[in-house]
């Protein structure tokens, strides 16, 4: 039970970082250990009796987070609004050649966006295709006026993260020392359309059990396989483009803020033909840092 109670803090201590309470099955989903409800709840039972954790409305959360609960209702509110627009968008690129899946991540992931607040895409590419992808979805963006500009990112479509269907495992971009937010981000990852890739994404992604042992992805009306008969009939055309000049003409386009951020071989910003990771605030080592520090609050839990 000792361990167990410490794998809660510890996952509450995570997400306190974001002021997001969780329920009983979301703490199940990402605690260390595989233990049922019922041993969860007796666990939380337990520190809610010493004082370690408050329960508001369904939702656990360390005791100064107070308007935890409060806050994490209306974000959720937000973020509903957001992912049907996500939906809106996710449909039409669904069309296009050679996109093989796309979900949202990051705060909308787990329905902890803010007002402010833009969408986050996370895009599977055809492999050999990758540079095609972001052309023609970036394209349509900026030709709608959709895209994150000028400090006004609310609601608009973040393409920040590509991957091609040839290089699934995410672990590749984790931080040496240990990297919580990375292996959290896997749990949250929300498919809005999927043409075969996402059980294969969830399979070379494995490795994530040793963190969560109950992690199975998210089970959503769009994880499972959708054929796209009209994206079907538009790749055909497509596939005569030059992938390469396509590619060369992106590169001379980049921002020098992009570039430079390429130099520093931090992983915030990963340019390849099998990835295209543009986070030129990558939070991952502040986030780290912050919840190690909030672990040493908690460390006789764990003796």
């Not at 409305?57 to 308007?67: A, E, K, M, R, S």
């Amino acid at each position: 039970m000792r361990d167990l109670k410490y794998e809660i803090l510890k996952v509450l201590s995570f997400y306190d970082i974001f002021e997001f309470p969780l329920t009983i099955c979301e703490i199940k989903k990402s605690i260390g250990i595989r233990k049922n409800l019922e041993e969860i709840y007796c666990a939380l039972e337990l520190l809610e009796q010493e004082n370690k954790i408050k329960k508001e409305d369904g939702y656990y959360f360390l005791p100064q987070n107070l308007d935890g609960a409060k806050k994490r209702k209306a974000r959720f509110l937000v973020s509903l609004k957001k992912i049907e627009r996500a939906k809106r968008v996710a449909k039409i690129f669904s069309k296009f050649p050679f996109i093989r899946f796309i979900g949202v991540c990051n705060s909308l992931g787990y329905m902890n966006a803010e007002d402010k607040s833009d969408i986050d895409f996370f895009i599977i590419a055809e492999s050999g295709r990758l540079w095609t992808t972001r052309f023609l979805t970036t394209s349509f963006l900026k030709i709608f006026n959709m895209r994150p500009k000028n400090g006004n990112n609310k609601d608009r479509i973040c393409l920040s993260f590509f991957i091609s269907k040839d290089f699934l495992d995410i672990s590749k971009i984790a931080l040496s020392d240990g990297d919580p937010y990375l292996f959290h981000w896997m749990l949250w990852v929300t498919p809005l359309y999927n043409n075969g890739v996402y059980q294969k994404f969830l399979k070379e992604n494995l490795w994530v059990k040793k963190y969560f042992p109950a992690f199975s992805g998210q089970d959503t009306e769009f994880s499972k396989i959708l054929k796209n008969l009209a994206q079907q009939v538009l790749e055909a055309p497509f596939r005569f483009f030059p992938e390469k000049m396509i590619k060369k003409f992106q590169l001379k386009v980049m921002p020098d803020e992009m570039k430079k951020a390429l130099e520093r071989k931090d992983n915030s910003v990963i340019i390849n033909d099998n990835m295209l990771k543009f986070h030129l605030l990558d939070r991952r080592e502040e986030y780290r840092e912050k919840f190690y520090k909030k672990v040493l609050d908690i460390k006789d839990y764990g003796k």
